[in-house]
């Protein structure tokens, strides 16, 4: 019997050819990537796993009379689908569908190939051999952290386009923790605004409800949303590993605080929230190559639950976590 990951595996070839010296630049090819996951017009189904579990996704995107649209539907376990047009973005679990407002890919949220301080934390490297993935020939790219606070990526992309084809975060033994593969694509396929509607979702024509904007983390495939910063929060972490910094905030109506922290290819983010006493304690859990970090604090009589999600070592979210504090405006 052939394995999920096996399955997946096949879906490369390892014949090789040569990359010219023009394609030795990881910075341009990643900047080639962050520009084609938002620009180029794609339509496919994308597997996404582990060696515990893998799930299939079909991944429609477009830019049509210079307005992103992009449809994401989960084909294996509980119903989800995700519809993007422009800024409004309706979220559809099991028929219950909520609509806000939302500035990030939501395939690759967290990538800034322009961070200045990003070699500072990775090592680059275009591999001088290219494969083919989902029958279209890629690149690949190497990234692997100089600390313990991040993972390690291999990237493969195509050669054409630049359009992300699979990625495999990697722990610090260059062990597979996670993979989302493309497992077939087409890419520059003329779409019209019906391939985006769907009959289980809000229609894209209706107009955007107001506070249904809380941060759906996880809404795509691990991803987590960017947000604007809109005010300055009240709660922040004294330690976040070195090159981290804010990338945005929101401060909720009742007290509640969320925060998006990146270094450029990796992101995590910060919630902070008051709750009743009957509180869940203390945990830390990983799922695949994303974790989350469970503390408690209490301010006065208020009793704060602060979560870290993110994909990184569960010892870099412990610390983060552990190193949360009000800022006290006097």
Known sequence: MFS?????SEAVDVSASPVSDSEQKPRQWLQRMADAIKHENYQGVLVFGNNKAWHTLSVNHAIIDGVEYEKISHLTGMPREI??????????????????????????????PDTPTLDEFYRLDVSSKAGRVAGHTAIKLKIRPVDEYRFGQNLWLDADTGLLLRSDLLDKNNKLLERYQFAQ???????????FESANVVPLTTSLTDAQAHNLAGNVAGGVQELAITKPSNWYPEWVPPGFSLTGSRVGQQSGETAMYSDGLTAFTLFVDPIEHEAIPNFSKRWGATCAVV?????????????VVGELPVQAA????????????N
């Open 318 to 329: 412990q610390k983060i976590a552990s190193s949360v504090r009000f800022r006290d405006k």
């Open 83 to 112: 519809v993007r047009n422009g800024s409004t973005v309706t979220y559809d679990q099991a028929g219950i569908s909520s609509v806000f407002r939302d500035q990030g890919s939501q395939l690759l949220s967290g990538v800034d």
């Open 295 to 307: 503390r408690h604090q209490q301010l006065g009589d208020a009793n704060m639950r602060i979560t």
């Open 185 to 195: 694509v087409d890419i520059g396929k003329p779409q019209t605004i019906a391939d």
């Open 4 to 8: 999920a990951a096996a399955h997946a």
